[in-house]
């Protein structure tokens, strides 16, 4: 169940970069009572804020539940690989970015990198 915590905190992070990525601090600052309930007023200014609050605090959350079982240096490693994933693959999808091989050979090698930080950790004990 603690990997599932894991992978789960990891698409909340992802979530979370994208809110924030989103969110218009200056909207956000000129938001007014009389706006907040429509979407056009207040409903697109304010959600990826929410997204941002909701997102945030359930990853805490759920990495919290998951290095109460699994090793704290593994969790972070593998929450760091796959949410560095998730967030190119998302980039690529729904942001049309580019991706060229030279991209996805680095991303490789800082997850290769991470696994490998681990790997020697656990040799060392």
Known sequence: MAWIYLILAALCETAWTFCLKL???SDLKALRFANLYRWHGGGSVISPFVGYLVFGLA???LFSMAIKQISTATAFAVWTAV???LIKIAETAF??????WIEVF????IM???IG???YAMQVK
């Open 95 to 100: 942001f049309n970015q580019r991706t060229s």
């Open 117 to 119: 930080l681990k790997t």
């Open 83 to 85: 949410t560095l994933l």
């Open 23 to 25: 969110m218009k601090f």
């Open 112 to 114: 290769v990198g991470i």
């Open 59 to 61: 990853n805490i959350y």
């Open 106 to 109: 680095f991303l490789m090698l």
